[in-house]
C-alpha cells in the first residue's frame, strides 16, 4: 500500500498551488532517476481557490466570454494551464483536489487514473443522497439523464501525467457560486450546463463531512495510505 501525504491548504491562490504542485513532482521525478531524494512522498492536495479561470493547453481562448477588465470587476484571475481539458471555474465553496501520485508505483494508467477519480467522486456524491455518472467522450461527473439536455457538470477534471507523475486533478462543485460560470462556456461545451451540491440538494452543504467522505473513497480506489 502507497503512502500519500495528505494536506488540506484551505483557502489558497492558484498560482501558488500550481508551484506547489510543481515542486512534488519534481521530486518525484527526481526519485525515479535515481538523482533525487529517495524519501519522496507523492502527495494529495485538497484546496479552496479564490475566483480564478483556469484554460487547458488544447483549450481555446474564445470559450473566457469576457474581457480582462471585467475579469478585474467581478475579482477573477485567469490562467493558461499545462493540464488536459478546456477551460474552468475554481473559487469558494469548491473542493479542489490534486494528487500528485506516481502512477507506475499504483500500476495504472492515466485511463484506469481519471475512471478511479470519477469513481470517488460518483460513490461521494451517492452517499451524500445524488446519483451521478460518467458521460461519454466527456471527462468529469454529471448529473440528469444522459442524452437529455438537462444534463449538468458537478464536477470538472482536468490531468497531466510526465513520466509517469500526475498533476492537477479534479473540482467538485459543493457549494459553489454558479454564477461565475456563466462568463464561460465551461470545458468548452455550449450545450450543457453545471450544477453544484447545494443546487441539488436544496441547502448548504458541510465541505468537512464532504472532504471527509471524499478522502475515504479516495483511498479505496487508489489503494492508499494517507499520513
Not at 98 to 106: E, K
Not at 110 to 118: A, G, R, S, T
Not at 182 to 200: A, L, R, Y
Amino acid at each position: 500500500m502507497q503512502s500519500v501525504k495528505f494536506l488540506d491548504l484551505g483557502r489558497k491562490d492558484y498560482k501558488e498551488t500550481w508551484d506547489l504542485q510543481q515542486q512534488v513532482n519534481q521530486k518525484l521525478v527526481r526519485k525515479k532517476t535515481g538523482s533525487g531524494d529517495p524519501e519522496a512522498m507523492p502527495y494529495l492536495f485538497f484546496v479552496e481557490h479564490p475566483h480564478v479561470y483556469t484554460l487547458g493547453k488544447s483549450g481555446h481562448e474564445n470559450n473566457l466570454l469576457i474581457q480582462p477588465a471585467f475579469l478585474e470587476s467581478i475579482g477573477a484571475t485567469y490562467y493558461r494551464t499545462d493540464r488536459g481539458g478546456d477551460i474552468t471555474y475554481h473559487g469558494p465553496g469548491q473542493i479542489v483536489g490534486y494528487p500528485v501520485l506516481d502512477l507506475d508505483n499504483l500500476k495504472m494508467g492515466v485511463k484506469e487514473y481519471i475512471n478511479k477519480l470519477e469513481e470517488a467522486i460518483i460513490h461521494t456524491l451517492y452517499e451524500s443522497g445524488i446519483s451521478a455518472f460518467r458521460l461519454e467522450n466527456a471527462t468529469g461527473v454529471w448529473l440528469g439523464n444522459k442524452g437529455d439536455s438537462a444534463v449538468r457538470k458537478i464536477c470538472a477534471m482536468g490531468v497531466k501525467v510526465s513520466r509517469g507523475i500526475t498533476m492537477h486533478g479534479f473540482a467538485l462543485n459543493v457549494n459553489t457560486d454558479l454564477s461565475y460560470f456563466s462568463h464561460i462556456n465551461p470545458c468548452g461545451f455550449i450545450d450543457k450546463g453545471v450544477t453544484s451540491m447545494q443546487k441539488e440538494k436544496g441547502s448548504i452543504q458541510d465541505m468537512d463531512a464532504i472532504k471527509k467522505l471524499l478522502l475515504q473513497h479516495l483511498i479505496l480506489q487508489f489503494g492508499i495510505r494517507l499520513v
